[in-house]
């Protein structure tokens, strides 16, 4: 069972950037599926979430819509959209996978599997 996010970079303040995380040894579609990023210094915070059950995505109000999940079941992948970007969103950002299903899915305990981060950084 393994995660890999993907799709960090370097961006200017108001650029775009798509991560992605790809499931190998499970499926995607039947986990909810967590994004939460760390910044230097800081603890870790969550930023989005699936709900497998009926697709509904969630995001952090403090996002005010900047970002948004999306998933393709035939490459076992989710995405995270990441759009008018700024410096503050400066983070590893990091995928989650919850087998359970559990509602708290804004809380990093829920999650059973994660990926090893990618790191966004984004220029002012």
């Known amino acids: 069972v393994q995660l890999q996010a993907s799709g960090g970079g370097l961006v200017q303040a108001g650029g775009s950037l798509r991560l992605a995380c790809t499931a190998s040894?499970?499926?995607?579609?039947?986990?909810?599926i967590g994004w939460f990023r760390q910044a230097p210094g800081k603890e870790r915070e969550w930023v989005s979430s699936?709900?497998?059950?009926?697709?509904?995505?969630y995001s952090g109000n403090y996002l005010k819509g900047r970002f948004t999940m999306s998933r393709d079941n035939t490459k076992n992948t989710v995405y995270l959209q990441m759009n008018s970007l700024k410096p503050e969103d400066t983070a590893v950002y990091y995928c989650?996978?919850?087998?359970?299903?559990?509602?708290?899915?804004?809380?990093?305990?829920?999650?059973?599997?994660w990926g090893q981060g990618t790191l966004v950084t984004v220029s002012s």
């Open positions: 989650a996978a919850d087998r359970k299903r559990r509602p708290r899915h804004a809380s990093y305990e829920s999650y059973d599997y």
């Open positions: 699936l709900d497998s059950s009926n697709a509904n995505t």
């Open positions: 040894g499970f499926s995607l579609d039947s986990y909810n």
